[in-house]
C-alpha cells in the first residue's frame, strides 16, 4: 500500500511544478514587482484593491505606484511558494517515523528543506534587490532544483515496482547523467536571458538581426554581480550584450537538442525503453518548437510560460531515466532484432 510519504512527496511535487510555471508567468508578465515589499504587499498580507487601499499603499511607497494586475499575480505565486513551505515541513515531519529509518529518506528531506527555506530568501530578495538578474536566475535554478529533489523523495519513497526497473537504461547512464548537466547549463542560460530581458534581442531565425554573428558583447553580457539598488525591471544593458546572452542560449539549445535527440534516438532504437526515448524525444522536439516560436511570434506570453515548463518536463523525464539506471546497472541491452 502506498505509504503517506510517498503521496505527500507526490502531491508536492505537483505543487513545486505549479509554482515554477506560476513564476514563469509572473517574471514574463512583468508582475515581479508588483508588491515592492516582502512577505506582504504594499504592507498588508493581500493586495491594494479598494480605492482607499491604494492610496494608502501609493503613500507609502511612493517609487512603486500601484498595479493591481501585477500585484495580484505576485501574491498568488508567493502563496503557492507557501504552500510548497508547508508541504515540505509536513515531509520532514513524516520522514522521521521509524518506518523510512534507514532508506536515506531523512536526508533527503532534510536537504529538501534547507533548499526550500533557501528559495524563499531568493524569493525575497528578488524583490528586495530589485530583479538582480543573478537572483532571478538563481530562483529559478532553485526551484527546478526543488521539483527535481520531491520528484527523487517521491520515487525513493514508493514501494519497489519491478516495471520501473529496466537494465537497458544501464548502459545509457553516463549519456543520461551527461544530459541532466547539459540541460541545467541550458537552463541556466535560458533564465539568464530571461533575467536580462535579452529574449527579444534577436527577432528572427535562424540568423540573428539579419546576419548569422551580429555585434555582441559578451564581457558585458556575462557580468554576475552588479551593483546592487538599481532597479532591473526592464534590462539595463545594452544591445551587443543582451544579443551576445540570447546567442549563448541558441548555442546551447543547439548543443542540447543534439544531445538529447541522439540520446532519444539509442533508447527508441532498444525495444525495452523504446517508449522512453519517444517521449523524451517528443519532449524535446515541442521545446524546440517553443524556443523558435517565441523568436518568430514576438515572445507571446502563454509560449513562454509552456517553454518554461517544458524545460522542467524536460529536467523530470531525465532524472526519471537516471533514476531507473540505477536498478540494474549490471544488465545489458537487449537489441529488438
Known amino acids: ?89 509536513a515531509i520532514n515531519a ?31 530578495w528578488t524583490v528586495t534587490l530589485k530583479l538582480l538578474p543573478l537572483v532571478v536566475m538563481g530562483h529559478l535554478l532553485g526551484g527546478l ?5 520531491l520528484l527523487w523523495l517521491a520515487w525513493r519513497s514508493a514501494e519497489p515496482d519491478p516495471r520501473a526497473a529496466s537494465g537497458a537504461l544501464a548502459p545509457f547512464r553516463f ?11 541550458q537552463l541556466a542560460l535560458g533564465g539568464w536571458t ?4 535579452a529574449a527579444l534581442a534577436c527577432p528572427d531565425f535562424p540568423t540573428c538581426q539579419g546576419a548569422w554573428w551580429p555585434d555582441t558583447d559578451f564581457s558585458e553580457g556575462f557580468v554576475l554581480w552588479r551593483e546592487i539598488g538599481v532597479d ?25 537538442f543534439l544531445w538529447l535527440g541522439i540520446l532519444a534516438l539509442r533508447l527508441i532504437r532498444q525495444r525495452v525503453v523504446r517508449q522512453d526515448g519517444l517521449v523524451l524525444g517528443a519532449l524535446l522536439l515541442a521545446q524546440l518548437a517553443l524556443g523558435i516560436q517565441n523568436v518568430l511570434l514576438q515572445l507571446p506570453l502563454i509560449n513562454a510560460v509552456a517553454h518554461n515548463g517544458l524545460g522542467a518536463l524536460l529536467l523530470a523525464m531525465l532524472l526519471w531515466l537516471t533514476f531507473r539506471s540505477a536498478l540494474h546497472p549490471a544488465v545489458s541491452p537487449a537489441r529488438s532484432g
Open 232 to 256: 532591473y525591471e526592464g534590462g539595463v544593458l545594452d544591445m551587443p550584450s543582451r544579443t551576445a546572452i540570447h546567442l549563448a542560449h541558441r548555442i546551447g539549445a543547439l548543443i542540447t
Open 145 to 149: 532544483a526543488t521539483f527535481g529533489l
Open 94 to 124: 513524516l520522514s522521521w517515523k521509524a518506518a523510512h529509518q534507514g532508506k536515506g529518506l531523512r536526508s533527503l528531506a532534510a536537504a529538501l528543506l534547507a533548499l526550500i527555506l533557501f528559495q524563499a530568501a531568493l524569493g525575497m
Open 1 to 89: 500500500m502506498t505509504n503517506p510519504l510517498h503521496k505527500l512527496a507526490v502531491v508536492a511535487a505537483i505543487v513545486a511544478f505549479a509554482v515554477i510555471v506560476l513564476g514563469a508567468f509572473v517574471r514574463l508578465s512583468h508582475a515581479g514587482l508588483g508588491c515592492p515589499d516582502w512577505p506582504g504587499c504594499y504592507g498588508q498580507l493581500t493586495w491594494p484593491a479598494e480605492p482607499h487601499e491604494v492610496a494608502l499603499a501609493e503613500q507609502s511607497f511612493p517609487e512603486r505606484p500601484v498595479e493591481t494586475d501585477k500585484a495580484w499575480k505576485e501574491m498568488a505565486h508567493r502563496y503557492l511558494a507557501g504552500t510548497l513551505v508547508l508541504l515540505v515541513i
Open 194 to 197: 530571461s533575467a536580462n530581458y
Open 175 to 185: 549519456a543520461i547523467v551527461t544530459g541532466i548537466i547539459v540541460l541545467a547549463v
